[in-house]
């Protein structure tokens, strides 16, 4: 029987390119407006990741839906008719419900356990992160939509590893409003139409059984955009971190935990094993 999987998205920083203004530079003896968009000098606003949790389907159901649900249950206040949603955010601020780790004991278990649960989950990332002021810098008033981009170069990958493993797939990304979630949908047709400058478009309909991607909102407590919720940050941290694009924080040490918990959880090549270019992607 085909294994059948999905792959669950969801981002880590914006996918704007910010407010544009026009700026004089000097040009020879004249002086040219130039655009500038200022908010990309900052590295939060700069680099936009976007990630991918790949899932068996079956395994989904049976073990990993459930044990994450089971997380919840164990440290927090759980209403099982009114479910909660684990947000990176929110927990790394600890409110609402997630006041109950501002006590530093609860705080070390929790913690404990949802790195047990990355380890031991089985499951394969794919991360694209993108330089959006690199882009405008390139190609100007052509450079791509980011969120699009790093959903192409996130597809291309993942119908390779479904190839590779003789698998069909779907996706299942976090929705971001009416107007990004159609400019999404879009995007996601065009390459299942087309296919890209790289992939023809039987490679893309070989994998994917669906025409249209699937778009859900966070309040739908769907654990595998959960996942991808949680790590998405740690991850994008760490590939600016190995390219030398940021320096490392001596602060965050639950996000460098995270990275080393799921170090083996990369798509990579199948004869030598890189990660990059293969689960981790730089744009």
């Known amino acids: 029987m085909t294994k059948r999987y999905r792959i669950y998205i969801d981002e880590s920083g914006d996918h ?30 700069r680099y936009l990741c976007v990630l991918g949790c790949i899932i068996e389907s079956s395994y989904y159901k049976s073990d990993f839906q459930p044990k994450l649900e089971n997380i ?3 440290h927090f206040n759980y209403d099982p008719d009114q479910p909660f949603v684990f947000h990176r955010k929110e927990l790394v601020n600890k409110k609402g419900v997630f006041s109950k780790l501002l006590d530093a004991q609860r705080e070390k278990e929790f913690n404990a356990e949802i790195l047990e649960f990355f380890r031991d989950s089985d499951y394969t990332i794919i991360a694209a992160v993108i330089d959006k002021k690199k882009q405008l810098d390139n190609y100007k008033g052509f450079a791509y939509h980011p969120y699009n981009y790093c959903l192409n170069a996130i597809l291309e990958r993942y119908c390779g590893f479904l190839q590779f493993n003789k698998a069909v ?7 971001r409003g009416g107007e990004e979630d159609t400019l999404l949908k879009n995007a996601y047709s065009q390459v299942y139409i087309s296919g890209t400058n790289f992939r023809p478009t039987k490679f893309f309909q070989d994998a994917l059984t669906s025409k249209e991607i699937k778009i859900k909102k966070k309040t739908a407590n769907i654990a595998g955009l959960q996942l991808a919720d949680l790590i998405a940050h740690p991850v994008k941290t ?13 602060g965050k040490v639950f996000g460098r935990s995270v990275c080393e918990v799921i170090k083996n959880k990369y798509n990579s090549r199948y004869y030598n094993g890189k990660v990059g270019g293969y689960g981790k992607i730089l744009l």
């Open 16 to 45: 704007y390119y910010g407010k544009k203004e026009l700026r004089d530079m000097q040009k020879g003896d004249s002086v040219i407006n130039v655009a500038h968009f200022p908010e990309l000098e900052k590295p939060e606003k």
């Open 72 to 74: 919840k249950r164990k």
């Open 169 to 175: 797939c779907d996706v299942l990304a976090e929705s």
């Open 238 to 250: 760490e590939i600016l971190i190995e390219n030398n694009l940021v320096e490392e924080s001596e």
